[in-house]
């Protein structure tokens, strides 16, 4: 796929393009609004299509609770394994700026299949929660108070950490503003003792200086917007002696773990990066 069908579709979701401008322009690259008909099921999310551990599992327990957050309840879904003897170690899975989704819900099935506790927050909750479709999605966490959001979504930490099935030792892990997010758990919560940011915005000096776990973060090799950050934030991470890896993923595009979008989904990237976050995980949540 043309990189400036992807450029287009990344300026779309993380910005306020109308989507009628959107399509009008991806017609203009793709040459006909036929063309571009046909490209836009490759880069909208198709859940069904990228779920890799179905809702019913039976090697798992789901379902939905709610926590405190800054200002009132916050929904979140849960994963953790069907059979456990002893409390396990926590992970927090955060979202992109969409809320909650059936992705997210799957990344959290996902990472409870490795021996955790998985909590995945829906930071839109006060504002109605998380819309299925992701334009109406997009629109809402755009309009919404994001400070609150990310408070909301920080409070799980502790909710995690706090349940009697939970060791009480959690880590994080967060893709695009989830990544961010991820990041800030490590510097302003003490139960948290690995965070792990796919794609996501760096820490700025002060909230650098509060880390004390390893962190780990994959980058898109095509991703200027965010890579842009990424020399002045090792640089704080250096200064301050804080332990992290850092993987570049040369060739994929932002959201190259997000298997719901065939077109900036690499499978290669995306198993690797996985496994390197579970292997952090293993070492400092456990």
Known sequence: MKPDVIDLYNEYIHGNLPRRTFLQRLAGIAGSAAAASALLPLLEPNYAWGQQVAEDDPRLETGLVEYAGGKGAVRAYYARPAEHAVPLPGVLVIHENRGLNAHIEDVARRTALAGYLALAPDGLTFAGGA??????ARDLFGQSDRARITDDVIAGVPYLAGRPDCTGRVGTVGFCYGGGVSLLCAARESAVTA???????ALGADDVARVKVPLMMHYAGKDERINQSIPPFRKLLDDHAIAYSLHMYPGTNHGFHNDSSEARYDAAAATLAWKRTLSLFETYVV
């Open 131 to 136: 819309p299925v479709d992701q334009e109406a």
């Open 195 to 201: 965070s792990v940011c796919f794609y996501g915005s």
